[in-house]
């Protein structure tokens, strides 16, 4: 048999072989979708509290809570909503602080130079009690905008968020957000991606606010929708499962659940300056809460 015509005999055979294991299988395409989230009823407003900081977000401790503006921090007491102190920087090696947290003794902020490029963060630490800088622990150029920090269970969980066109870097969307796990000597361990049901309410901004609840579930908000996202970790795979969408009386940004009143969160409402306390329904008192789509 000549050369060409065993190559012609071969490819023939070939052929359908290939053509065959090419084609996606109807299971492939059919590929299993993750539970659709239940829709709880709204959080409730308990007391408003002005704080003409209250633009980015605010933490809380058992006496005092802190708002928060880019390179300013203000202090109230609870009782009675009176500013008793505060933290002011130049706006210049801290520019950007996108949330707090109250960490032991400490004051634990998220930093970023948004809205420049390319992304830079770091991790700026205060004294609540005397207001005071404590140190500075530099992460230098990551994947996305620092916005959130909290240590849960021995490790360190961040969000670092990306943004839609104009804010967009090398080409990144809201998609790229993602969650990093550091340990306490600031190693990366690992993370986790958000899911199509929250990413999808995200566009064209980011995740804002963040915390773990005291059911062990991570409550996400994004940059300006009223809804707090409810989200489990997975026991397997990358993905976030999210587990229910709670309405609230705020607009997104960082806020803090107030450890020493149970289902109590702070929050803010930029427009207004002010701080918000907000009662939040407990996910597990609504197992038969419709799901949404």
């Given amino acids: 048999m000549r050369a ?5 005999l071969l490819v023939a055979l070939a052929g359908p072989v290939v053509a065959q294991e ?21 959080a409730e407003a308990v007391r408003s509290i002005p704080a003409p900081e209250a633009r980015q977000g605010v933490a809380v401790d058992a006496e005092h809570f802190y708002a928060v503006v880019n390179s300013r921090i203000g202090k109230y007491r609870k009782a009675d909503g009176a500013k008793v102190g505060e933290w002011v920087g130049d706006g210049i090696a801290i520019r950007h602080l996108n949330s707090c947290v109250v960490d032991g003794s400490e004051l634990v902020c998220a930093n970023s130079n948004f ?17 005071k800088h404590l140190r500075s622990i530099p992460l230098g150029v990551r994947d996305g905008s620092l ?23 090398l080409g990144r969307t809201h998609r790229d957000t993602k969650v990093v796990l550091f340990s306490d ?9 958000l899911p199509d049901s929250v990413l999808s309410r995200l566009a064209p901004h980011s995740i804002s606010g963040g915390s773990f609840g005291p059911d062990g579930l991570l409550y996400l908000t994004g940059h300006d929708a009223p809804e707090i996202y409810v989200m489990r970790i997975p026991r397997q ?3 976030l ?3 229910a969408t709670i309405p609230v009386p705020f607009e997104g940004q960082a806020w803090a659940w107030d450890r020493s009143a149970g289902r109590t969160i702070y929050a803010i409402r930029r427009r207004a300056g002010e701080v ?8 597990a008192s609504f197992p038969e809460a419709p799901r949404t789509k």
């Fill in 241 to 243: 499962e999210h587990v």
């Fill in 4 to 8: 060409g015509a065993a190559l012609a």
């Fill in 276 to 283: 918000v306390i907000v009662d939040v329904p407990d996910v």
């Fill in 185 to 193: 000597q600031w190693a990366e361990l690992g993370g986790y991606a």
């Fill in 115 to 131: 809205p420049d490029t390319p992304m830079a963060n770091s991790i700026e630490i205060f004294d609540p009690a005397s207001m």
């Fill in 22 to 42: 090419s084609a996606p299988s109807a299971a492939a395409r059919a590929r299993p979708a993750p539970p659709a989230p239940m829709q709880l009823p709204p």
């Fill in 147 to 169: 916005t959130v920090l909290e240590r849960h269970e021995g490790r360190w969980w961040a969000i670092f968020a990306n943004y839609d066109a104009p804010r967009s870097h």
């Fill in 237 to 239: 795979g990358p993905l």
